[in-house]
Every structure is written in structure tokens, then in C-alpha cells.
């Protein structure tokens, strides 16, 4: 199993900038799919990033053009870049990985969670 640890959540102003990190315990396979999801209160959890272990990446529609996530493959880092942040962008951020195949932004195709770093956007 895959222990991931986030950080990076903090409190900003409409319009700012922040940087989610993600560094995640060896991985036993050499192909998986990670990235970045997003819980507000009374909302289902959600993909925001996704990227797979060859490159590729998806993005919720929300966020294309203001979020880029990307991987450190020698450092088991996962990183997402979020500007032009909105309070709609709101939310518990959740890194998560999955071993094997491409899975895409739909939460439940994975198994390995990490706690959780808030985000919070003010108007």
C-alpha cells in the first residue's frame, strides 16, 4: 500500500496562487495513476488532476487553464499548481494513487488516500 502525505493548503484572497504538494511512499509498480481530488462540505469528492505514470493527464473542466499538475518520478512527488483560484476552489484537496492502469478523475477507481490539506478561497 502507498502512503501519501499532502501539503500545501492554506488560506488565500480570490485571484491568488497556491501549490499543493504530494510525496508518496515507494511505489511497488512502475506504472500507476495518481493526482488530486477535491471534497467541499456537502459535496460528493471529486477528480480536480490526474496524471499517469507515462505523462498523460485530465483535468476537471472547472480548472483547465488555472491548475497543472505534474510528477516528480525521483522524488515520489506529486505537485498541483493552482491559479486564478476561486471560492468555488473551496475545499479538503486529496492526493490519491492507484497502481497499474490509467484511471482518469473518478475517485472511485482508488484505493490509496491521503489525509487531506484544505484550501480555502475568500471573495
Known amino acids: 500500500q502507498v502512503q501519501l502525505v499532502e501539503s500545501g493548503g492554506d488560506s488565500v484572497q480570490a485571484g491568488g496562487s497556491l501549490r499543493l504538494s504530494c510525496v508518496a511512499s515507494r511505489f511497488t509498480y512502475s506504472r500507476y495513476s495518481w493526482g488530486w481530488f477535491r471534497q467541499a462540505p456537502g459535496k460528493e469528492r471529486e477528480g480536480v488532476a490526474t496524471?499517469?505514470?507515462?505523462?498523460?493527464?485530465e483535468y476537471a473542466d472547472s480548472v483547465k487553464g488555472r491548475f497543472t499538475i505534474s510528477q516528480d518520478n525521483a522524488k515520489n512527488t506529486l505537485s498541483l499548481q493552482m491559479n486564478s483560484l476561486k471560492p468555488e476552489d473551496t475545499a479538503m484537496y486529496y492526493c490519491?494513487?492507484?497502481?497499474?492502469?490509467?484511471?482518469?478523475?473518478?475517485?472511485?477507481?482508488?484505493?490509496?488516500w491521503g489525509q487531506g490539506t484544505q484550501v480555502t478561497v475568500s471573495s
Open positions: 490519491a494513487a492507484e497502481p497499474l492502469r490509467w484511471r482518469g478523475l473518478d475517485p472511485k477507481y482508488y484505493n490509496d
Open positions: 496524471i499517469y505514470s507515462d505523462g498523460r493527464t
